[in-house]
């Protein structure tokens, strides 16, 4: 029988933000030594980790240096340099997600060909080299443009209605995708370890704030058919396993009104769709994520209530020292648990915690969701 020496075991992670703090808090179950990595000494996790490196995770030689003496590496977020990863992954550093998984997936237009490739249902897309080769397509609008790379929380997406609308496009390389007329918003968290063990979390809605181009609120089951569900499930183990991946997966989804799935993207790693599970699934998003990269048995991904999960972001207005108004009328809502990330600064729609309220009457919980949004503000 295998040992596990946790306490000689030292775990990377590339990126210091949120979801590494979180991270930290499940490998701290585990008894893991952490390191992170990150270009902001003030990052979520400068305080909470055994070593705290200042650095760039886009950096070849950072990448590499800090990953060296790890004995396995890992990531809080995409854009990381895949080159060092590889080196490591070489040199006999374990690395999860795989680094050309983390290369496929950091490219929207890759993704695009994995899921065409694998039979995945996706919106049809082409793709372009710059502004001027949108000229040529002018039958596809209204359509979305997306950066290949660096994209996030909406940030690299752009929506074209007409022609009129090319002097802001993105002049760089994108897909230009249709623009779909959906219904939902689901996502499914899917992790897999080293073994092949699969498990998929139950279908998480989410709620897009339009004004900040990203998620507001979400909650966990989505209300839609249970058919639909068994489907999109489906759909989650199959991108995985097609592409080996070994960690936890997000896999998030369209549903169109005539029952369609569609993937739009992926993310490999914990995500901002499941935060829910750290209270209301019998292991969380993070534990999963740990146990499939040391390749320990999955954990049951049982819902233990019904969810809502609200992202507390940075009211818009207001930009420095981070104030919390309405705190404690937020932190007395029953079963509402609440998490702050440590970020001493605050800007317009940043996202500076969550709150996820438990309820198995789904409507009750949506609406203390509505009165978090209402009452509780983050200002400087
Ligand atoms: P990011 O990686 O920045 O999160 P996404 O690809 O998830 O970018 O797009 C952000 C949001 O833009 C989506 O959640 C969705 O609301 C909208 N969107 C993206 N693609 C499409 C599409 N093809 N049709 C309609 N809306 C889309």
Same mark, same amino acid.
């Given at each position: 029988?295998?040992?596990?020496?946790?306490?000689?075991?030292?775990?990377?992670?590339?990126?210091?933000?949120?979801?590494?703090?979180?991270?930290?808090?499940?490998?701290?179950?585990?008894?893991?030594?952490?390191?992170?990595?990150?270009?902001?000494?003030?990052?979520?996790?400068?305080?909470?980790?055994?070593?705290?490196?200042?650095?760039?995770?886009?950096?070849?030689?950072?990448?590499?240096?800090?990953?060296?003496?790890?004995?396995?590496?890992?990531?809080?977020?995409?854009?990381?340099?895949?080159?060092?990863?590889?080196?490591?992954?070489?040199?006999?550093?374990?690395?999860?997600?795989?680094?050309?998984?983390?290369?496929?997936?950091?490219?929207?237009?890759?993704?695009?060909?994995?899921?065409?490739?694998?039979?995945?249902?996706?919106?049809?897309?082409?793709?372009?080299?710059?502004?001027?080769?949108? @000229?040529?397509?002018?039958?596809?609008?209204?359509?979305?443009?997306?950066?290949?790379?660096?994209?996030?929380?909406?940030?690299?997406?752009?929506?074209?209605?007409?022609?009129?609308?090319?002097?802001?496009?993105?002049?760089?390389?994108?897909?230009?995708?249709?623009?779909?007329?959906?219904?939902?918003?689901?996502?499914?968290?899917?992790?897999?370890?080293?073994?092949?063990?699969?498990?998929?979390?139950?279908?998480?809605?989410?709620?897009?704030?339009?004004?900040?181009?990203?998620?507001?609120?979400?909650?966990?089951?989505?209300?839609?058919?249970?058919?639909?569900?068994?489907?999109?499930?489906?759909?989650?183990?199959?991108?995985?396993?097609?592409?080996?991946?070994?960690?936890?997966? #997000?896999?998030?989804?369209?549903?169109?009104?005539?029952?369609?799935?569609?993937?739009?993207?992926?993310?490999?790693?914990?995500?901002?769709?499941?935060?829910?599970?750290?209270?209301?699934?019998?292991?969380?998003?993070?534990?999963?994520?740990?146990?499939?990269?040391?390749?320990?048995?999955?954990?049951?991904?049982?819902?233990?209530?019904?969810?809502?999960?609200?992202?507390?972001?940075? #009211?818009?207005?207001?930009?420095?020292?981070?104030?919390? @108004?309405?705190?404690?009328?937020?932190?007395?809502?029953?079963? #509402?648990?609440?998490?702050?990330?440590?970020?001493?600064?605050?800007?317009?729609?940043?996202?500076?915690?969550?709150?996820?309220?438990?309820?198995?009457?789904?409507?009750?919980?949506?609406?203390? #969701?509505?009165?978090?949004?209402?009452?509780?503000?983050?200002?400087?």
């Amino acid at each position: 029988m295998q040992t596990f020496n946790s306490a000689d075991f030292r775990l990377g992670i590339l990126g210091g933000g949120q979801l590494g703090k979180m991270l930290i808090q499940s490998a701290m179950d585990f008894g893991i030594e952490v390191h992170v990595l990150d270009p902001d000494y003030n990052a979520s996790c400068s305080s909470y980790c055994h070593h705290f490196k200042v650095g760039s995770f886009k950096d070849f030689h950072d990448v590499y240096h800090f990953g060296k003496s790890l004995d396995l590496l890992t990531i809080e977020i995409e854009n990381v340099n895949v080159e060092a990863l590889k080196r490591l992954q070489e040199e006999g550093r374990r690395v999860f997600p795989q680094p050309q998984l983390i290369e496929l997936i950091q490219d929207k237009g890759l993704q695009k060909d994995f899921f065409v490739a694998n039979g995945i249902p996706t919106s049809p897309f082409i793709k372009i080299a710059d502004r001027d080769e949108l @000229q040529q397509h002018l039958d596809k609008f209204p359509a979305v443009q997306k950066l290949r790379k660096s994209g996030y929380d909406g940030r690299g997406v752009y929506m074209i209605n007409s022609a009129d609308d090319l002097s802001n496009a993105f002049n760089e390389p994108s897909i230009l995708e249709e623009r779909v007329n959906f219904e939902k918003e689901l996502s499914v968290l899917v992790a897999r370890n080293e073994s092949g063990q699969v498990a998929t979390y139950d279908v998480v809605e989410m709620e897009f704030n339009t004004d900040a181009n990203l998620v507001e609120m979400l909650f966990s089951p989505a209300s839609i058919p249970a058919e639909m569900a068994r489907e999109a499930r489906e759909i989650a183990v199959k991108v995985i396993e097609k592409l080996d991946l070994v960690g936890l997966l #997000a896999v998030e989804m369209f549903a169109t009104p005539d029952g369609k799935l569609w993937v739009n993207e992926l993310a490999p790693r914990p995500h901002n769709s499941g935060h829910h599970t750290i209270e209301a699934c019998v292991t969380s998003q993070y534990e999963q994520h740990l146990r499939a990269i040391l390749n320990l048995p999955l954990g049951s991904t049982a819902l233990c209530s019904k969810a809502v999960m609200v992202n507390l972001l940075g #009211a818009p207005g207001y930009t420095g020292d981070a104030r919390y @108004q309405g705190f404690a009328e937020l932190a007395g809502l029953e079963g #509402a648990h609440v998490h702050l990330y440590s970020k001493k600064k605050t800007k317009p729609f940043r996202k500076m915690g969550h709150v996820t309220i438990m309820d198995d009457d789904l409507e009750k919980a949506l609406e203390k #969701a509505r009165i978090i949004k209402e009452k509780f503000k983050i200002i400087a």
